[in-house]
């Protein structure tokens, strides 16, 4: 089992910056592509950004590429998406996910991350 949980959320104005952070345990968390996703009021869940079990390979939804960065700190267990540039249409709630994963492997897809945490709230007012 993999445990995960978000932190960084919160109320912020258009063009605000903020950054999320997902902490994980239980298993060896560099064997995890991480991913983050965002899922708004009346929506389907949605990819934003995803990362490699090293770091090296990133992956991003059209609508953040340019304006949010994902990272991660293997020594930390920890995952970060750092969002620039914040629009209000990025207000959503945020999930973190895990995929045990090839090492290059970035999932774009909700199917295949089988470790999700339980979403930290993201508003951005105009």
């Known amino acids: 089992q993999v445990q995960l949980v978000e932190s960084g959320g919160g109320l912020v104005q258009a063009g605000d910056s903020l950054r999320l952070s997902c902490a994980a345990s239980g298993r060896t968390f560099s064997n995890y592509a991480m991913g983050w996703f965002r899922q708004a009021p009346g929506k389907e869940r949605e990819f934003v950004a995803a990362i490699s079990r090293s770091g090296v390979n990133t992956a991003y939804a059209d609508s953040v590429k340019g304006r949010f960065t994902i990272s991660r700190d293997n020594a930390k267990n920890t995952v970060y998406l750092q969002m620039n540039s914040l629009k209000p249409e990025d207000t959503a709630v945020y999930y973190c996910?895990?995929?045990?994963?090839?090492?290059?492997?970035?999932?774009?897809?909700?199917?295949?991350?089988?470790?999700w945490g339980r979403g930290t709230q993201v508003t951005v007012s105009s």
């Open positions: 996910a895990g995929h045990w994963a090839l090492m290059r492997a970035t999932p774009t897809t909700i199917a295949p991350y089988g470790y």
